[in-house]
């Protein structure tokens, strides 16, 4: 998907760092970044990125329209689309619906 960056979230930094290239102990959702609309200055000055994110904290979460800042993203690593279809479904079943 052209202009979406995905994003893999991590319970902990510790636990991002400990993943390794598997990706081991990983949250189970996915955030999917909008970055053609590059980030935006929020509330207090912080940096935004527009996106789709999950709802809850379990696993293949539902999603809505969300802001990340780059506080959220260091919890996160950047995986391929094909990556993030695994890991969160209900994610593309809201964004295959707007392609």
């Known amino acids: 998907m052209r202009g979406i960056r995905f994003y893999l979230e991590f319970p902990s930094k510790t636990a991002?760092?400990?993943?390794?290239?598997?990706?081991?102990?990983?949250?189970?959702?996915v955030?999917?970044?909008?970055?053609?609309?590059?980030?935006?200055?929020?509330?207090?000055?912080?940096y935004l990125l527009e996106g789709l994110g999950a709802v809850y904290e379990y696993a293949n979460s539902?999603?809505?329209?969300?802001?990340a800042s780059q506080g959220f993203l260091d919890y996160c690593k950047h995986i391929?689309?094909?990556?993030?279809?695994?890991?969160?479904?209900?994610?593309?079943?809201?964004l295959d619906i707007a392609d």
């Open 16 to 29: 991002k760092k400990r993943s390794g290239k598997c990706h081991v102990g990983h949250a189970g959702n």
């Open 62 to 67: 539902p999603v809505a329209g969300t802001s």
């Open 31 to 46: 955030f999917a970044g909008f970055v053609a609309n590059g980030w935006h200055q929020g509330h207090g000055g912080k």
């Open 80 to 94: 391929p689309e094909r990556l993030a279809r695994q890991v969160h479904p209900e994610l593309f079943r809201r």
